[in-house]
Nanobody, 117 residues
């Protein structure tokens, strides 16, 4: 089963930018959909963005126009460029396949994003 390691999070002021990376333990070339998800304190994990092998992108309404998902199959890496960050974007961000499989889901450790002045 593929493993994911997320990185790139940190503390940023409102309006700032961050670029998250997600490194997969094996080739993602054959994985049709890759996605980013996030979990804020006290809330359930939610969908943020996904990209297909054909670079078709889908975003949650809350991040549309501010976040951009991309993938580099040669590097087995998925990225999330986050601009115009808001305090409500504060969460632990995870990547995984999209759609998520039914039953047990294997999550990485995630990367913390904190937007605060």
């Amino acid at each position: 089963q593929v493993q994911f390691v997320e990185s790139g999070g940190g503390l940023v002021q409102p309006g700032g930018s961050l670029r998250l990376s997600c490194a997969a333990s094996r080739s993602i070339f054959s994985i049709y959909g890759m996605g980013w998800y996030r979990q804020a304190p006290g809330k359930q994990r939610e969908f943020v963005a996904r990209i297909t092998g054909g670079s078709n992108r889908l975003y949650a309404d809350s991040v549309k126009g501010r976040f951009t998902i991309s993938r580099d199959n040669a590097k087995n890496t998925v990225y999330l460029q986050m601009n115009s960050l808001k305090p409500e974007d504060t969460a632990v961000y995870y990547c995984n396949v999209y759609p998520l499989p039914t039953g047990s889901v294997n999550w990485g450790q995630g990367t913390q994003v904190t937007v605060s002045s």
